[in-house]
């Protein structure tokens, strides 16, 4: 298993997460995560219609705004919602947005 | 006093939104006007030092995703915070923006 590089709890920055989830199609991606736990990059952009470098750059820049969790196991990359770090840094900020975005919490 | 186009309350979308406090400086504005109400565009940007034309951008993305109100009167705008359309629209989500902030809701 290999863990990509992902921010320190205390340098997730509030405007990097907004940021984050202002595409379409990062928010799809988090609402799917929310909903589904963790699951493969590729089911995470199943039937969304991205190519696959755009689904890593959507990625990518989940990741590295702390939004989100990556980690290698063999060929698959699994991610998953970094609600620990979330809530810690910003408490109540993911539930309102997932909320706002009519995912049950 | 001349109202300026903004989004009908329904119209509001939660990316857009997001994206216009993506931005560090639009997030002091907001933040400035969750402070302290309705205040003109002069002092919202007061000391942040940016440009004048690129503090009306500002204004305008704030205004068009249905972040804040702006309206003219005479030589003056005036800008607050849209908290009644957010709210209404998105519960919660803007005091968990501003709690985020570190501003009191």
Redesign the interface.
Known sequence: MRLLPHPATADIQ???V??A????IR?EIAVRLAVRGEITCTEACDDLGVHKSTASHHYRTLREAGVIMSRQEGRLKYISLRRDGLDA?????L???L???HVPV
Chains 1, 2 share one sequence.
Request: charged share 25%; glycine share 4%; proline share 10%.
């Open positions: 509030l405007t990097e907004l940021r989830l202002s595409d379409p928010m840094r910003f408490p109540g900020l539930d309102a947005i909320l706002a975005a």
